[in-house]
């Protein structure tokens, strides 16, 4: 079963192969944080598989997915919501920036406001655990985790979808 693999990843192991990425998500970083995973036996590449989903479901929350899209507004000027798709990346983008950020902005949701900006794009980091897998065997992944990142997934995390 994938889940136990995150038992083989330790949260300490998991913040300090994201700290590779030195803050932010870029193509380069997250090919060079895939090429580490890929020197690593395959349960640790599922383990930080699932810290990563972990990480990205916790933030799934209403408070940090109703915010607006940094600098941008609508024609009219009302505040731009944010997509499914570019919540996602904002959150990959809060843990891409390190353990710190990710703890302070459960403490002060207006700390994950700029992440929601277009600058910030954290799409790469979703694809270092299937690049490092790739890898590190030379096969496709298809894989699950436990925990589901996708936009809206934490029940919890949002008051209308408790019901």
């Known amino acids: 079963m994938i889940w136990q693999a995150a038992s083989v990843m330790t949260w ?3 913040w300090a192969l994201i700290d590779t990425l ?3 998500a870029s193509a380069a970083g997250c090919q060079r944080l895939a090429q580490e995973l890929a020197t690593r036996p395959v349960p640790e590449i599922s383990g930080f598989a699932e810290r990563l989903s972990e990480a990205l479901y916790r933030l799934d929350q209403e408070k940090f997915g109703l915010l607006p899209v940094a600098n941008m507004t609508d024609r009219d000027g009302s505040p731009f ?3 499914g798709d570019h919540f996602l990346y904002a959150r990959c983008a809060v ?10 902005v459960f403490f002060d949701a207006s700390k994950f406001a700029p992440f929601t900006a277009t600058t910030y794009d954290g799409e790469w980091l979703l694809y270092v655990p299937d690049r490092a897998y790739e890898m590190a065997t030379g096969q496709e992944w298809h894989r699950s985790t436990r925990y589901c990142f996708e936009s809206f997934s934490n029940r919890d995390g949002w008051s209308h979808l408790q019901s």
């Open 12 to 14: 300490s192991d998991f």
């Open 22 to 24: 030195q803050g932010e």
């Open 81 to 83: 919501p944010q997509s």
């Open 95 to 104: 843990v891409a920036a390190g353990k710190a950020v990710y703890e302070a």
